[in-house]
């Protein structure tokens, strides 16, 4: 790779990295907002922990710690104050007995479902424009970096 190349590429990067800290920004605008919508006074830590049990249906508490790679002690704390909102019920894990099994709650599908409504067709709307093979071309190339692989 020529000087020239290896520069290019470097400013490409940059630019791209500064893209993704301006929709980083602009994602946790919106979730801090959801959060504030499912239970006044939510973190979005929380909100992201009960998104991830709402997504995954029924999850252990240990899997969820490790999708989200957070401590357990922490975990354990939401986990019980998304309970005491009604939000999720826990039950006993019938392979192991000492775990629980995490999932949503009705009322806690119809608060996050109010939450998302104002901003639910925000995405759709921003790429209303876009010619669809834009959008699966992009969807590709996250999902190429997201993943580690060079994309095809």
């Keep these: 790779m020529t000087e020239d190349t290896r520069e290019a590429r470097t400013q490409a990067v940059r630019a791209l990295e500064g893209e993704f800290s301006a929709l980083i920004s602009q994602m946790r605008r919106i979730l801090s907002e959801n959060a504030e919508r ?3 006074g939510m973190m979005p ?5 009960f998104t ?3 997504r995954r249906e029924r999850i252990s508490q240990s899997a969820l710690a490790d999708a989200l790679v957070v401590d357990k002690g922490q975990l354990s704390r939401t986990v019980r104050e998304l309970e005491q909102l009604g939000l999720i019920r826990r039950e006993p894990d019938p392979s192991d007995g000492r775990a629980s099994i ?20 925000t995405l759709v709307d921003a790429l209303e424009d876009w010619p669809v093979e834009e959008i699966h071309s992009l969807t590709r190339l996250l999902h190429a970096l997201t993943s580690g692989v060079v994309p095809d």
């Design 102 to 121: 995490l999932f949503p709650t009705a009322h806690g599908i119809e608060r996050l479902a109010a939450a998302r409504a104002p901003q639910e067709r």
């Design 52 to 54: 991830t049990i709402v």
């Design 45 to 49: 830590g929380a909100y992201k922990v």
């Design 38 to 40: 499912v239970s006044p």
